[in-house]
């Protein structure tokens, strides 16, 4: 991990952010990097919700690694906090150097800190290399995830 | 639905939402209604948070079913906010009568007012009968949800 740093997503780590959406299996028809404005939008937000984490791993002051960590109240579990982690990327040419496991390590220290009872994230079913990564780290597959586009 | 109406939980609800957490296969360990502190703390958390949406259905003044909806912003699918659905539970005795679809139904009709671009929820792999009930309301079951207990 030497070069690299963790740390909360400001707002010009936004295009590199976009860029890592786009540039994946499943991003690339939903996501563009060429009109910044929607994202910046929706950055604002994230930014100012005190339940939003956007997180990079910035190396060369680059962002080359993302997630988004969402705390969650909830009744259930004795009223339990949970942190969600959604839209996990790192950059192809910074794969397999355990940046990753790196940043969601960083992302279930944080839930802990937070006093959250659980972590839980979702995965593609077809992202087979993912789902036995978040197996490595403690994750269970016990859920299915279900979605309804609108 | 003679006699229902669906609306936000107030704390006097809180009760009868954590007997039906409780009075279920995989809550009965995790939640206790003999003490209500825990969950009304959590209650005011939820109530006060606006991305954060705790619905009943009550009949004759009695929560008889709940869910709850959390608004999440994201920098994905061109800065789409997202509603997650968590903790639905009809009281025994009030299902097979249509009221857990009308209440899943309105929490996506709320999503789509708050301008979602999908409707998201995991259920456990055990639950069978509910995962019929979500395919049968549209929801695709193309994710594995991973949980990490702390």
Chains 1, 2 share one sequence.
Do not use: W
């Amino acid at each position: 991990m030497t070069g690299y740093t963790i740390r909360r997503a400001r707002r010009e780590d936004v295009g590199a952010i976009v860029r890592m959406l786009a540039d994946d299996q499943l991003g690339a028809a939903r996501d563009d990097p060429d009109d910044l404005r929607p994202y910046l939008r929706a950055f604002e937000d994230i930014d100012a919700d005190p339940n939003q984490a956007l997180v990079v791993v910035v190396f060369r002051d680059e962002a080359v690694g993302t997630l988004q960590l969402t705390i969650i109240p909830g009744l259930a579990r004795r009223g339990a906090l949970r942190g969600q982690i959604e839209a996990v990327r790192i950059r192809a040419d910074h794969r397999g150097s355990g940046l990753g496991a790196d940043l969601v390590r960083g992302a279930i220290d944080e839930s802990r800190r937070r006093g959250c009872a659980l972590v839980q994230l979702t995965s593609d079913v077809s992202r087979v290399a993912a789902h036995r990564f978040y197996e490595r780290l403690g994750f269970v597959p016990s859920h299915t995830g279900f979605k309804l586009k609108l």
